[in-house]
């Protein structure tokens, strides 16, 4: 009897529609997440108590700045795959939801202390050529910039490859592009579909790791995983 009420009483038996994706936090994080699936052809419902960009995401100032050139591994390729997918990603985002993200890729400024550590920089400088693949550039200069600070040994490094964003705009941003593409975000409601957030389960991770890559958002549930992990955790 259980199992047949059950049944009856699924959203699917009701005639309700059912989301392939369930997202829980309206951050930047979940909201990106649902964007993406979005993008490729999920369906996506965002949950969360407190509202769009309720939390940490409610900030109004964002560095996306890249790590140092040096060393490199897999969690810093990551990265720069990431801040180099920013550009398109922040401009469809944009198109759709009419609203600015706050968003713009400035590049920095750094003043060398001292001139023991400008052969450290050059050598970064050269790593950069090769680890950043000439799509972005680090370079030490012996001019100082008109918006530049001191520098005591008269030299500057400048990556081009850093950017600022609004956390907060770039939520609202979000929250209205998805909306305009036809997925909820509300303050309540059941999981449906596969469920990614806070406390969920490894069973969930890969299971949602394995629709990020079959949708294209990641390119293997694995390399999907370690990203779910730390939202989840």
């Not at 202390?113 to 693949?133: F, I, T, V, Y």
């Not at 040994?153 to 600022?164: M, T, V």
């Amino acid at each position: 009897m259980t199992r047949c009420a059950d049944r009856d009483n699924a959203p699917e038996a009701r005639g309700l529609a059912m989301v392939d994706v369930t997202i829980r936090g309206a951050g930047i994080f979940g909201l990106s997440i649902a964007w993406e699936c979005l993008q490729r052809g999920a369906s996506v419902q965002v949950i969360d108590p407190y509202g769009v960009a309720s939390g940490a995401s409610g900030g109004l100032v964002g560095a996306l700045a890249p790590h140092v050139p040096e060393n490199w591994n897999s969690k810093k390729a990551f990265q720069f795959e990431s801040l180099m997918m920013a550009d398109s990603f922040w401009t469809s985002v944009q198109a759709a939801s009419g609203l600015s993200a706050g968003y713009a890729r400035l590049g920095r400024v750094q003043p060398l202390p001292e001139n023991a550590a400008l052969d450290l920089a050059l050598a970064r400088g050269e790593n950069a050529r090769q680890l950043w693949q000439g799509q972005a550039g680090w370079r030490v200069l012996n001019e100082r910039p008109s918006w530049a600070p001191d520098s005591a040994s008269g030299y500057w490094i400048f990556d081009d490859l850093s950017a600022r964003i609004n956390p907060h705009a770039a939520c609202l941003a979000l929250a209205e592009a998805l909306r305009s593409l036809g997925a909820s975000i509300s303050t309540e409601g059941d999981d449906q579909g596969r469920v990614i957030g806070p406390g969920a389960s490894t069973a969930h991770l890969v299971a949602v790791a394995s629709l990020a890559a079959t949708l294209g958002v990641a390119r293997s549930p694995a390399s999907a995983i370690a990203a779910l992990r730390a939202m989840a955790g």
